[in-house]
C-alpha cells in the first residue's frame, strides 16, 4: 500500500505545474498526499453517483433510458442541453481510466437497466492518468465493458477516442498515434462484437491530428461548439440503430 502511495504521489506531482510546486513545496506535498489517501479506499469512486444510482433506480418498462459513461468528456457534457426531453443518464466521472471505468459499471449502468450505453473512454488511460498502461490492456478492458454491458441486454455504443495532440497535465506524453491506433481497433472491433461504433474523431481532427481549435477549451476537452458536434453525431447514430430493430 506504501508503494502505490509514493507511486500515485508522483504522478500527482508530475502534473502539478513547476509554479505550484515553487509556492510552497511542502504544503503542495502535504495536499497532494491527503488527494491520494482520500481516494485509495473508493478507487473508481463508486461514490461519486451512489446515491443518485439508488434515487433514480432501473429503468420503468417503455423507458429509452441511455446512459453515458466516461471520463470528463462525459462528465462536463450538459446531456439535458443536448437531448432536451430525453432519459439520458450522465455517469461520467473526470480524470477516469478505463479500469475504474470497469469497475463500477455494475452500479452505474447496469443496475440502471438502460437501454443502452454510450461509452467515451480511453484518453485518459493513453494519458498514463493511473499509471502507464498498454493499447492492449486498455482495448482488453474496453472489451470486458462491452461484454458484461451485452450480457445484461444493454446495447452499446462504443465511441472514439477525441483528437488530441498532447495532454497539458502530461506534455511529455505524445498521445496522436495512440489514439488514431486504439480508434481504429475500436472501428473493426465494434461490427465484430455487434456494437455501434460512434465515430467522433473525424469530425472533430485538426490538420495536425488534434483537436480543431474553434471545438475545445484547452485541446483536449470539448467547448459548446464541441459538443454541439458531439450531440448531433450521437443522436443521428442513437436514431439509426433505432431504426435497425
Same mark, same amino acid.
Given at each position: ?26 504544503? &503542495?506535498? #502535504? ?9 485509495? $479506499?473508493?478507487? $473508481? ?14 429503468? +420503468? ?8 459513461? @466516461? ?22 466521472? @473526470? ?18 437497466? $438502460?437501454?443502452?450505453? +454510450? ?36 446495447? +452499446?455504443?462504443?465511441? &472514439?477516442?477525441? $483528437? ?13 498515434? #495512440? ?6 481497433? /475500436? ?22 491530428? =488534434? ?8 485541446? +483536449?476537452?470539448?467547448?459548446?461548439? =464541441?459538443?454541439?458536434? /458531439?450531440?448531433?453525431?450521437?443522436? #443521428? ?5 433505432? =431504426?435497425? #430493430?
Amino acid at each position: 500500500m506504501r508503494i502505490i502511495l509514493l507511486l500515485l504521489t508522483s504522478l500527482l506531482l508530475v502534473a502539478t505545474s513547476p509554479a505550484q510546486q515553487a509556492d510552497d513545496p511542502c504544503e &503542495s506535498l #502535504k495536499r497532494q498526499r491527503q488527494e491520494v489517501e482520500s481516494r485509495l $479506499p473508493d478507487w $473508481p469512486n463508486l461514490a461519486r453517483y451512489r446515491e443518485a444510482d439508488t434515487q433514480l433506480g432501473p429503468a +420503468v418498462t417503455g423507458e429509452s433510458r441511455i446512459v453515458f459513461l @466516461g471520463d470528463s468528456i462525459t462528465d462536463n457534457w450538459n446531456l439535458s442541453d443536448s437531448f432536451p426531453g430525453k432519459p439520458y443518464v450522465n455517469r461520467g466521472i @473526470g480524470g477516469q481510466t478505463t479500469p475504474q471505468i470497469l469497475l463500477r459499471l455494475r452500479q452505474d449502468v447496469i443496475a440502471l437497466k $438502460p437501454k443502452a450505453v +454510450v461509452i467515451l473512454a480511453g484518453t485518459n488511460d493513453i494519458a498514463e492518468n493511473t499509471g502507464p498502461i498498454t493499447l492492449e490492456a486498455i482495448e482488453d478492458n474496453l472489451i470486458s465493458i462491452v461484454e458484461l454491458a451485452q450480457k445484461n441486454g444493454i446495447r +452499446v455504443f462504443l465511441c &472514439s477516442v477525441l $483528437p488530441a495532440a498532447r495532454y497539458p497535465w502530461r506534455p511529455e506524453i505524445q498521445p496522436i498515434e #495512440k489514439i488514431q491506433s486504439l480508434n481504429r481497433w /475500436m472501428k473493426e472491433y465494434a461490427p465484430q462484437a455487434g456494437v455501434e461504433f460512434l465515430d467522433y474523431y473525424s469530425a472533430m481532427v485538426d490538420q495536425k491530428s =488534434g483537436l480543431k481549435e474553434e471545438l475545445g477549451t484547452d485541446g +483536449v476537452h470539448p467547448n459548446r461548439a =464541441g459538443y454541439a458536434v /458531439m450531440s448531433q453525431l450521437a443522436s #443521428k447514430k442513437i436514431a439509426e440503430a433505432a =431504426g435497425k #430493430k
